[in-house]
T-cell receptor, first 109, second 113 residues
Framework: GQNIDQPTEMTATEGAIVQINCTYQTSGFNGLFWYQQHAGEAPTFLSYNVLDGLEEKGRFSSFLSRSKGYSYLLLKELQMKDSASYLCAVNNAGNMLTFGGGTRLMVKP | ETGVTQTPRHLVMGMTNKKSLKCEQHLGHNAMYWYKQSAKKPLELMFVYSLEERVENNSVPSRFSPECPNSSHLFLHLHTLQPEDSALYLC????????????FGQGTRLTVV
């Protein structure tokens, strides 16, 4: 079966750094995605990891360890607009993504 | 603008009604998807179409019926729904089968009364 776990909620302060973890157990692996979803809006693509290591893109970085079935999304210099849900998703076969439940991040002043 | 457009954005329907959700993608992608997003539950894949052929049906009840007339358009036909079917229905498309990066529409917020 497919199992993707991430914390339900996190709170952080504006200007700080926050790390959102994701663990997965899937029957296959063809890459891991992070999406951001603001309330009432479509999910938007943030990052993609298929090899072990860190991918950096501006204030956002994503890390993958395939042997541990583990990824994290790192957000630096938090801004109020970063308050959103962050979805971890695994491409386990071909064209299909399996999503975790999402982590709702609240950024406070 | 996401490149994937869904209509309507909001829909309220009775349990005996028949309605359709529409999705259109302007990205030249070959695969399109329907997802269901309920409160406090993960995004659930409902249907996948690749090159206009259905390749995945995740045991979705028959009251949901997809249609993909061409690679740019996807429909979800709804009939005799239940209140528990109330959710956000998201359409997505992708191009590269190896990466599977999906681009999402804004979704249709469906309420069944």
């Amino acid at each position: 079966g497919q199992n993707i776990d991430q914390p339900t909620e996190m709170t952080a302060t504006e200007g700080a750094i926050v790390q959102i973890n994701c663990t997965y157990q899937t029957s296959g692996f063809n890459g891991l995605f992070w999406y951001q979803q603001h309330a009432g809006e479509a999910p938007t693509f943030l990052s993609y990891n298929v090899l072990d290591g860190l991918e950096e893109k501006g204030r956002f970085s994503s890390f993958l360890s395939r042997s541990k079935g583990y990824s994290y999304l790192l957000l630096k210099e938090l801004q109020m607009k970063d308050s959103a849900s962050y979805l971890c998703a695994v491409n386990n076969a071909g064209n299909m993504l399996t999503f975790g439940g999402g982590t709702r991040l609240m950024v406070k002043p | 603008e996401t490149g994937v457009t869904q209509t309507p954005r909001h829909l309220v329907m009775g349990m005996t009604n028949k309605k359709s959700l529409k999705c259109e993608q302007h990205l030249g992608h070959n695969a399109m998807y329907w997802y269901k997003q309920s409160a406090k539950k993960p995004l659930e894949l409902m249907f996948v179409y690749s090159l206009e052929e259905r390749v995945e049906n995740n045991s979705v009840p028959s009251r949901f019926s997809p249609e993909c007339p061409n690679s740019s358009h996807l429909f979800l036909h709804l009939h005799t729904l239940q209140p528990e079917d109330s959710a956000l229905y998201l359409c997505a498309s992708s191009q590269d089968p190896l990466r599977g990066e999906a681009f999402f529409g804004q979704g249709t917020r469906l309420t069944v009364v």
